[in-house]
């Protein structure tokens, strides 16, 4: 196909837009072959181009489907404004570009607790309404955090961050360690009961507009455990959180949820912790050794840390450890306070 940004300004102009256009500028990207153009006109308005790589079924494109999804449980997302299928464009509200990210760097302790205890919010609705609704009638209720996929994203973390980012040579007896290791991970967090999940919910993937919080990147949607998002948000590989942070939140979402924070759901949030890092682990070599893209290595160090710091306080993790320190620098740091 045509570029994004030709492809782009073939859209403006079937649409009639081309007098009034003022500019089209290609944004940052995420870890996908996705691309997002933004449209200037001469009044001032403006509008993102959400570019696949290939054309696209607006029937069956998981996107509209779950931005349909969310609206429906008001969680604010970009309205999507038009499509145009064999340009693979979907074309959204432009909601600016203040991510969570980008606002906590300058935000004061009030205003980042606001924040994320927005956030939290909106993690309690999506898990709430999704049971009220849940329904194979879309695509999220009919895809899981199953044994199969939560491995498949381990056995990614060993092809491209310790294999090709960290050039380890890898032992059998160690390789079928990390296998073993990895099984008892993944079948305890597949047996755990499922919820509705965002499934890359961190600070990058929240905007602020209008005053409130939008979601975004939401297409991959699926069902999961309960901490899945919590541990995204909570323990971003793009933010550091400390303990005192994480605790006042992850009491915040209990009490919303009237339930309590004991030990077994500190347990089952920690395990969750060791997957999702090392899954996003996996992502950054990936993108760096692969893709080319350089921009998640100051990623890496903050997730080896939250890692290290699940290691030192969990005793199960004691073998997965032992492994991961043979091959990885980075997982040995000062002790760090309990819950």
Known sequence: MASPLQRAKTYVERVGLASTTTSIIELPGDASNRCYIRVEASDGSSYILLIHHEPIDSATLPFLDVSGLLTSMS???????????????????????????????????????????EAVDLIVRMQRKGKEI??????????????????SELKFFVTHFLEEYSNADLVRTDRTGLHEEFRIVVQELASESRVLCHRDYHSRNLMLHDGKLHVIDFQDARMGPDTYDLVSLLRDCYVDNDTAFVTRLVAHYHKKMDTSVDSSYLERFDLMSVQRHLKALGTFGYQITVAGSTKYATAIPRTLRYLADVFRRRSRFNRLHTILTTYVSGLDKPEVVNY
Do not use: N, W
């Open 75 to 117: 969680i604010p997302t970009p309205k999507i404004q038009d499509t145009a299928d064999d340009l693979g464009i979907v074309v959204l509200d432009d909601l600016g570009d203040i991510t969570l990210h980008c606002f906590v760097g300058t935000a004061t302790d009030d205003e980042r607790i606001a924040q994320y205890t």
């Open 134 to 151: 849940v329904s194979s009638d879309h695509t999220p209720f009919t895809l899981a955090f199953d044994e199969d996929k939560l491995m």
